[in-house]
């Protein structure tokens, strides 16, 4: 079993900037892809950022790219979702999850991934 938890979350103004972090216990998750989502209220669980097991391959949902990077520190055992540039619409609870397979590409479904954290709220004020 592998257990997530997600810290970093905050409110700060637009424009402003927050690093996420997701760390896991249980196992090492140095294998699995990982990834976050978010879900801003009344709005569905929604794909942000995706990185393989190496951390060679990102994959960003247009709204957030080149704004969010995704990273990952195997000695750590963490995975990190740095936001710069935020803005209002950035607003939700942010999620971080793992996919219990090694894999060398990413994913982008909520179905594909297997383990997830309890979310960390996100607020941008304008």
């Known amino acids: 079993q592998v257990q997530l938890v997600e810290s970093g979350g905050g409110t700060v103004q637009a424009g402003g900037f927050l690093r996420l972090s997701c760390a896991a216990s249980?196992?090492?998750?140095?294998?699995?892809?990982m990834c976050w989502f978010r879900q801003a209220q009344w709005n569905q669980c929604v794909f942000v950022a995706a990185?393989?097991?190496?951390?060679?391959?990102?994959y960003y949902a247009d709204s957030v790219k080149g704004r969010f990077t995704i990273s990952r520190d195997h000695a750590k055992n963490t995975v990190y979702l740095q936001m710069n540039n935020l803005k209002p619409e950035d607003t939700a609870v942010y999620y971080c999850?793992?996919?219990?397979?090694?894999?060398?590409?990413?994913?982008?479904?909520?179905?594909?991934?297997?383990?997830w954290g309890q979310g960390t709220q996100v607020t941008v004020s304008s």
């Open positions: 999850a793992a996919r219990a397979a090694e894999s060398s590409t990413y994913f982008t479904r909520r179905n594909e991934y297997d383990y």
């Open positions: 249980g196992r090492t998750v140095s294998w699995f892809p």
């Open positions: 990185i393989n097991w190496n951390g060679a391959t990102e």
